[in-house]
């Protein structure tokens, strides 16, 4: 929890750095798109890492490794399969995300109303 705090926290540091360092005036305007884009990186990321370590392309690399076995210098044994090359959790990543994407909602609607 206390990662999931501290990520939250750069991530809105982030977002007002960016909206004081472009050119666009400083509005809610500004840190809408900001953390959108912010928001959007983190769950793609998340998601990203969630599939990868799922085990969907463990399939697809076994396959080619068997379709090219005549051609390959290494063994089978020898390289790993890309859900174990990744040892981190994508929740941090998509928590992150998931609550930057809510506060830009939140401040949307604001903007609206």
Same mark, same amino acid.
């Given at each position: &929890? ?11 540091? @982030?977002?007002?750095?960016?909206? =004081? +360092? ?8 500004? #840190? ?5 884009? #912010? /928001? /959007?990186? +983190?769950?793609?990321?998340? !998601? ?6 799922? /085990?969907? %392309?463990?399939?697809?690399? @076994?396959? &080619?490794?068997?379709? %090219? ?9 020898? &390289? ?14 998509? &928590?992150? /995300? !998931?609550?930057?994407? +809510? +506060?830009?909602?939140?401040? =949307?609607?604001? #903007?609206?109303?």
């Amino acid at each position: &929890m206390k990662k999931i705090i501290i990520g939250i926290t750069v991530v809105q540091l @982030m977002v007002i750095v960016t909206m =004081l +360092l472009r050119s666009d005036p400083f509005s809610l305007l500004s #840190y809408i798109n900001n953390s959108f884009i #912010y /928001g /959007g990186i +983190l769950v793609f990321f998340g !998601a990203w890492v969630f599939v990868v370590r799922t /085990g969907v %392309f463990d399939i697809f690399t @076994m396959s &080619m490794r068997k379709v %090219f076995k005549s051609k390959s210098t290494l063994e089978d044994d020898d &390289m790993r399969l890309p859900s174990e090359t990744l040892s981190f959790s994508s929740s941090p990543f998509l &928590m992150v /995300g !998931a609550f930057t994407l +809510l +506060l830009m909602v939140i401040s =949307l609607l604001l #903007y609206q109303s």
